[in-house]
């Protein structure tokens, strides 16, 4: 998952979690506003059935019991509550509301009843299609009528029905908007956070397209997060360069070094071998040391070049492909019995060093004849701005695992099979620095028993003016 994405889902995860926990603290406050207000007003009725009641029983069967509430004067000969759970007590008085239904209450409500004198309590009421719900407020009266006094309960009730509704409808509401609030803070969170990565991708593109040798990025203005990961990060290029520096230097001092003795051994062993009568031994043991000498020299040429790659300068000429690949083709005609085929469109053009790319084309070839090839095909490809030239051969091939590291310096499939084979795995490194430093690239295909075929891309180029 991207950073992205996940600081995008955190965002929203975060504002969903607001609005759940703002949505239920609402919804709590909203439910405890109107229940109180539902309490108030049955609370109200009790007080004024009370104030009737004391001016005696008559005068609240005068007035009555408020109309629009479901309200109920019963008179207790028993306070016992099992009982009166059953049947409830004697209904004295009923507001028209309740029609012949009646307020009953459970036992343990009636407990608390008889015990503290009131209590709240839920009733349902059976409806046909679903019971209606009341919240009923019970209070304890003395009822005087005709002169006795009785003990009963006032009971006032409304349905909570509206009331559930306007809740329940509060909480559509609340929902849809919260819905669109995350939409749009979903949208919003994710523009603002690709705006705010912007820089970030753009230090992991330059990063990513860096070349062996890094350049320093160019510093963003600002104090930000961003400016000080570029300026730690040209910290370590620079450490980087300095590192790379100091092994060219380092490379180039040994390899100048051992060329001298290396040419002083190849000349005393050429004038030994010429000029001195030797004996058989002696003299094989002089080819030995010619040979190993040899070897070394082409190895100190080939580091000196690999060391100063990096500052090559090629001065691309337009060359053309077909003459390039025949001068290779007729050097190594004559030490070759094998077949070395050409095929290459006659106009066809590349920008480049001449010389360079002869010794591109005659590594791949020497390296396909040290396979054991018996054929190798020189093919050159017009790609309209490129040209790709392919070197392959018939010869042992490469097993798959090797593949990644062929261009690596010094890296040989068989280090004994190749060393005595006279190769030092230095070739493949220089081939790909000279097809870098004329912006080109090389590949790599291969079968174990049946060949391998290099491919390397250039710039094509338009051909020559005509001398005149
Ligand atoms: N055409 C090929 N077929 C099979 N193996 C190859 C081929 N080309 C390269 N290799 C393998 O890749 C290794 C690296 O090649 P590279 O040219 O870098 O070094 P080298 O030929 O051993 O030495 P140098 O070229 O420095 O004399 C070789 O040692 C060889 O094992
Ligand atoms: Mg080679």
């Known amino acids: 998952m991207t950073l992205r994405t996940r600081i995008t889902l955190l965002t929203a995860g975060l504002l969903l979690v607001t609005l759940l926990l703002l949505g239920f603290a609402l919804e709590g406050l909203l439910r405890s506003f109107l229940y109180r207000n539902l309490r108030a007003e049955l609370l109200e009725a009790g007080n004024q ?27 207790l000969p028993e306070e016992d509550p099992a009982l009166l759970a059953k049947e409830g007590g004697i209904s004295l008085q009923k507001s028209p509301a309740l029609g012949s239904q009646r307020l009953v209450l459970k036992e343990r409500e009636y407990e608390t009843l008889l015990k503290e004198g009131e209590v709240w309590a839920e009733v349902e009421l059976p409806r046909e299609d679903r019971p209606l719900r009341l919240l009923v407020y019970a209070r304890k009266v003395e009822v005087n009528l005709a002169g006795a006094v009785w003990k009963g309960v006032f009971l006032v009730g409304k349905p909570t029905e509206d009331l559930e509704a306007t809740l329940e409808q509060f909480g559509r509401i609340y929902a849809g908007t919260a819905l669109l609030v995350l939409l749009l803070a979903l949208l919003l969170a994710r523009s603002l956070v690709a705006r705010a990565l912007e820089p970030l991708e753009w230090l992991a593109r330059r990063a990513e397209s860096m070349p062996d040798r890094p350049e320093p990025l160019p510093e963003p203005e600002g104090n930000d997060e961003v400016a000080a990961l570029v300026r730690a990060l040209n910290g370590m290029i620079t450490r980087m360069q300095k590192a790379l520096e100091a092994q060219t230097r380092f490379l180039q001092d040994a390899s100048h070094e051992l060329r001298t003795p290396v040419t002083a051994i190849l000349g005393h062993v050429g004038y030994l071998l010429r000029r001195t009568p030797l004996t058989e031994t002696q003299r094989e043991s002089l080819e030995i040391v010619r040979r190993e000498a040899e070897r070394m ?11 100063q790659s990096g500052t090559w300068r ?8 077909l003459d390039l690949l025949e001068e290779v083709k007729e050097e190594f005609a004559r030490s070759f019995e094998g077949e070395i085929l050409v095929e290459a469109p006659e106009e066809l053009y590349v920008r480049g060093d001449p010389d360079r790319l002869h010794q591109v084309l005659a590594n791949l070839v020497s390296n396909a004849l040290k396979a054991g090839a018996k054929r190798v095909w020189l093919r050159a490809f017009d790609l309209g701005d490129r040209v790709v030239v392919r070197v392959e051969d018939d010869g042992e091939g490469i097993p798959p695992e090797h593949l990644p590291h062929l261009f690596e310096r010094f890296y040989r499939v068989d280090k004994a099979r190749d060393r005595e084979r006279g190769g030092s795995g230095l070739g493949l490194a220089i081939v790909k620095a000279i097809l870098e430093a004329h912006g080109g690239e090389i590949w790599v295909e291969s079968q174990v ?20």
Do not use: H, M
Request: no cysteine; charged share 15%.
């Open 49 to 75: 059935v009370v104030r009737l009641l004391n001016l005696g029983g008559q005068a609240l069967l005068e007035a009555g019991l408020p109309p629009s509430l479901y309200a109920e004067v019963q008179l």
């Open 297 to 307: 020299g082409k190895l100190v040429s080939d580091l000196l070049e690999l060391s």
């Open 314 to 321: 090629i001065e691309p000429v337009p060359i053309r492909v």
């Open 449 to 468: 028993g049946q060949g391998t075929a290099f491919s390397f891309s250039l710039p094509s180029a338009a051909p020559p003016p005509p001398p005149r």
